[in-house]
């Protein structure tokens, strides 16, 4: 595939600053690119890179201070532009295994739109309902009674336990586990713990996005619910009666305990942990490895319990010289300390 930058500026809606008629046929990063890719500035701080790139040309933000002598395509999204001229000159394919293939195991009472791909050795269980162009992937589980929503992507070997529903256009990466049991359990009289039933369900809103090997436990008589639009990224536990708000961003290795509930626009760093039964409101932000003990209001916040980020900086500023400190006490006390006579 190859685009002039015309073309390139056409089909993005950027201002071209530069040669029309030049050509690109791949994408790169700013200090791999050669004359014939494209590359984007994501930060100021990288600057330098841009001058010393030799990409045919680099999709960068209003505002930039650019070098002269050099193809630019501006806008107010150069990630977003540079990821339409990804998909334009790396096109996703295909699989090869068209409609439903012969080793799927598929109930006789299953409804299934015929539009669907089921992929090799897919199992959907009885009274299953899937709606127009979703895609089963191999190795997909689909236990019975669950609901899938219309163009849904589930990757091999994901699984979807029994009578969870699934909405439209949601995604599901390998591995990924909806309806798994709810960590509950009680000791008996000498000790021994118990399984609880966890007999609830788990609600996947449209265009949500659950990461590989991440798993969303069943509540134990209710529902655990993944609001509409959140995206959760890889390795990451949700536990039972856990209801994630709308457009929530989780990033990897994050757990979230039991019936803890998140607001609108809610962000966690990698290897956040949260504890149960507590609520964060909207638009809270915890940063990577930040350990969160009680209920948040919006804002920012950093560590382990959570602190207020600008708090939590200065409590490092006091940190770093603790030595300092030390010393200085040493010195207060010999000049205060009188030894007894």
């Known amino acids: 595939m190859t685009f002039t930058l015309a073309e390139l500026a056409a089909h993005t809606a950027a201002q071209l600053i530069g040669d029309p008629n030049a050509r690109i046929t791949g994408v790169n990063t700013l200090d791999e690119a050669t004359q014939d890719d494209a590359s984007f500035l994501a930060n100021p701080r990288y600057a330098h890179a841009m001058k010393q790139s030799a990409a045919g040309v680099i999709c960068v933000a209003s505002g930039i201070a650019l070098p002269e002598s050099r193809n630019y395509l501006v806008s107010d999204n150069p990630s977003k532009v540079f990821q339409k001229i990804a998909e334009l000159l790396l096109p996703i394919g295909k699989s090869g295994f ?56 589930f990757h091999p070997s994901s699984v979807v336990r029994e ?87 989780i990033a990897a290795q994050t757990g979230i305990a039991g019936s803890t509930k998140t607001g609108k626009y809610v962000m966690l760093g990698g290897q956040v942990g949260v504890v149960g039964h507590i609520e964060l409101e909207d638009e809270v932000m915890v940063a990577s490895r930040g350990g969160i ?32 400190y030390v010393e200085r006490i040493k010195e207060l006390e010999k000049k205060v300390y009188t030894p007894s006579t």
Do not use: M, W
Request: aromatic letters at 6%.
């Open 98 to 153: 068209a409609g439903i293939h012969p080793t799927a195991v598929i109930h006789e009472t299953a409804k299934i739109h015929k539009s669907v791909q089921v992929g090799p050795y897919a199992t959907i269980d009885r009274d299953a309902k899937i709606d127009e162009g979703t895609v089963i992937g191999a190795h997909v589980s689909i236990g019975y009674e669950v609901q899938i929503g219309s163009h849904c992507y």
């Open 163 to 249: 009578r969870c529903k699934i909405g439209n256009r949601v995604i599901l990466q390998p591995g990924a586990v909806i309806g798994s049991c709810g960590f509950g359990f009680i000791p008996d009289a000498a000790g021994r713990y118990q399984k609880l039933e966890q007999l609830g369900i788990v609600i996947l809103e449209d265009d949500v996005e659950i990461g590989a090997n991440s798993t969303i436990d069943r509540s134990r008589y209710k529902a655990t619910i993944i609001r509409r639009g959140t995206k959760i990224d890889n390795l990451c536990q949700i536990a039972h009666n856990v209801e994630i708000g709308q457009h929530n961003v």
């Open 293 to 324: 003990s009680k209920s948040l209001k919006k804002g920012k916040y950093r560590g382990s319990p959570a602190t207020p980020i600008q708090e939590y900086h200065r409590h490092e500023i006091h940190l770093r010289r603790i030595e300092e």
